[in-house]
């Protein structure tokens, strides 16, 4: 079995692009399943709360500055990408807010592995995830309502209430049960941590896109471009951003993926559950996109050489989330 989680963890970007495939020539068969995206979301965030540390919050308090700079620029750059790309593409209701959605939600599940196959920051990459993360609850409620339109059928309170149900809570019970039962979630749990956040996150994009198949076929196209440039667009400023103030590269390569990849899985939670599936079809296929591009562009920083001031952060990092 851990062999398999291993396997699985190496090929998360292939199975993710087989489950959204899978639901698009089986739709009826994958379409219940966005029904328990939430609960699937709760899941993966139990995952990554069992993979947290007190160092991963040392980390905030020595280097505070770095932090706050990353996750400002996580939760400034993306929304106003979405917000600017989806009226770039005309792309209009259900779809932008579907853009929005993903533009306001915190950093993925599985930009921790990327950073680290980029010989990137990854304690900085953790930290990240977990500040944007445990912020979602305040930040993305305020971010799709300013962005989306005030008018949309849904207030402050109750997005709060369901991002902390699938997310903050779920992440502080990880916590919490790593930080009483350490010994055993190592040697039990995390080995396979792995298996239940890709095939997690595979069933979610099944079961959107399976649920989306007819939009998917006749504006898929032009949403999935739409998604691709937001993606793309954000790792570029997000290593522009770090880049400005002086990051060395590790830093600025965790800073890139941090803000280039998004908690669509929260994206997707939020539009099952206050709006359709057809505004979950962003987040699907951000999910697909984004592991692909995260994919490569970890392989072309592995390749490239980091210079030996840096390569010391690089390998002081030691906590990886799935």
């Not at 069992?50 to 750059?77: M, N």
């Not at 803000?259 to 296929?285: C, D, I, K, R």
């Not at 984004?290 to 920083?301: I, K, P, Q, R, T």
Request: charged share 10%.
């Amino acid at each position: 079995m851990r062999r398999v989680a291993e396997l699985v963890g190496q090929w998360f970007a292939v199975l993710v692009l087989l489950g959204a495939v899978a639901g698009l020539v089986a739709p009826d068969t994958f379409a219940p399943l966005a029904a328990h995206v939430p609960l699937l979301l709760g899941i993966i965030m139990f995952g990554m709360g069992l993979t947290l540390t007190g160092q991963d919050f040392a980390l905030v308090a020595k280097r505070p500055g770095a932090v706050v700079i990353g996750v400002v620029a996580q939760y400034t750059i993306m929304p106003a990408l979405a917000w600017a790309i989806g009226h770039l593409f005309g792309l209009e209701g259900e779809a932008m807010i579907g853009m929005i959605l993903v533009g306001a939600a915190p950093g993925g599940t599985a930009s921790n592995v990327i950073v680290y196959l980029a010989k990137g920051d990854t304690a900085l990459s953790v930290a990240l995830t977990t500040v944007s993360t445990l912020l979602a609850p305040l930040l993305t409620p305020a971010l799709v309502l300013w962005l989306a339109g005030t008018d949309l059928d849904v207030t402050y309170g109750s997005l709060v209430t369901s991002i902390a149900q699938v997310v903050l809570f779920p992440v502080i019970a990880g916590l919490l049960v790593r930080t009483f039962a350490g010994r055993l979630v190592e040697r039990y749990m995390l080995p396979y941590l792995p298996l239940v956040s890709v095939l997690g996150i595979v069933v979610v994009v099944a079961g959107i896109v399976g649920a989306n198949a007819d939009a998917v076929l006749s504006t898929g196209l032009l949403v999935a471009l739409a998604v691709i440039v937001h993606n793309c667009a954000g790792l570029l400023l997000g290593y522009g951003a770090a880049a400005a103030v002086r990051f060395d590269e590790p830093a600025r390569r965790a800073v890139s993926v941090e803000v280039g990849m998004q908690n669509s899985g929260l994206a997707a939670s939020l539009a099952t559950t206050y709006f359709s599936p057809a505004a979950a079809l962003p987040a699907a296929l951000f999910s697909v996109w984004h592991n692909v591009s995260g994919s490569v562009l970890a392989s072309y920083w592995a390749r490239r050489p980091v210079v030996a001031d840096d390569r010391r952060a690089a390998e002081g990092a030691s906590t990886l989330q799935p």
